[in-house]
């Protein structure tokens, strides 16, 4: 099945910096997804970005479909910014249905 | 508001004994969706459902059951819960269609945390 690889799997701010968080797959994906997990273990969703770039306030995504990888910039990191972020593609499997797989996450801690 | 809700949050139970964790979502959406977390694994898909009457299997689906007769509920059934299957559980909906099989923005509920001693 598709690997999907984040990277760095560990990252420490402090806080106000900017930092690249980074997704690779192994194959050919419909859709991608990026997620923040909190401290308190809640899936927030991010982007929702099978390709191009989009941004929201301090957070923004680009996709580079055809070479399998997608980026998230966080600029100015506050604290709240701590937790796990987490890429999810999905792919067609051999029924004919959409299957998604996360990566490993990256786990960041922003400190004051 | 539009939301994905999990029953219970908290679940310590034992070995062999039946349970079912509840997924609710208001949001009309067709595709759904039951993962679970664990400690250096991340997050596995177990089951998911393009629609009413229509699931699949995951890459972890082993041990659990599923069923999808309205649309807007996705209960996880535990026939004989083991030790192995104490985890954090996610159940997630997204507006994706069967038509087109495609899987659009997920939104997932708030978990669920299993332990099975």
């Known amino acids: 099945g598709i690997q999907v690889e984040q990277s760095p799997p560990d990252l420490i701010l402090q806080e106000g910096a900017n930092s690249t968080l980074r997704c690779n797959f192994s194959d050919s994906v419909n859709n991608l997804q990026w997620f923040h997990q909190n401290p308190w273990g809640q899936l927030i969703n991010l982007f929702y970005i099978p390709s191009g770039t989009k941004q929201n306030g301090r957070l923004s995504a680009t996709t580079v479909a055809t070479e399998r990888y997608s980026l998230l910039y966080i600029s100015s990191s506050q604290t709240t910014d701590s937790g796990v972020y987490f890429c999810?593609?999905?792919?067609?499997?051999?029924?004919?249905?959409?299957?998604?797989?996360f990566g490993t996450g990256t786990k960041l801690q922003v400190i004051p | 508001e539009a939301q994905v809700t999990q029953n219970p949050r908290y679940l310590i139970t034992v070995t062999g004994k039946k349970l079912t964790v509840t997924c609710s979502q208001n949001?009309?959406?067709?595709?759904m969706s039951w993962y679970r977390q664990d400690p250096g694994l991340g997050l596995r898909q177990i089951y998911y459902?393009?629609?009413?009457?229509?699931?699949d299997k995951g890459d972890v689906p082993e041990g659990y059951k599923v069923s999808r007769k309205e649309k807007r509920n996705f209960p996880l059934i535990l026939e004989s819960p083991s030790p192995n299957q104490t985890s954090l559980y996610f159940c997630a909906s997204s507006p994706g269609t069967s038509g087109i099989r495609r899987i659009y923005e997920q939104y997932f509920g708030p978990g669920t945390r299993l332990t099975v001693t």
């Open positions: 999810a593609v999905d792919t067609l499997n051999s029924g004919g249905y959409q299957k998604v797989t």
């Open positions: 949001m009309n959406h067709e595709y």
């Open positions: 459902s393009m629609n009413v009457e229509v699931t």
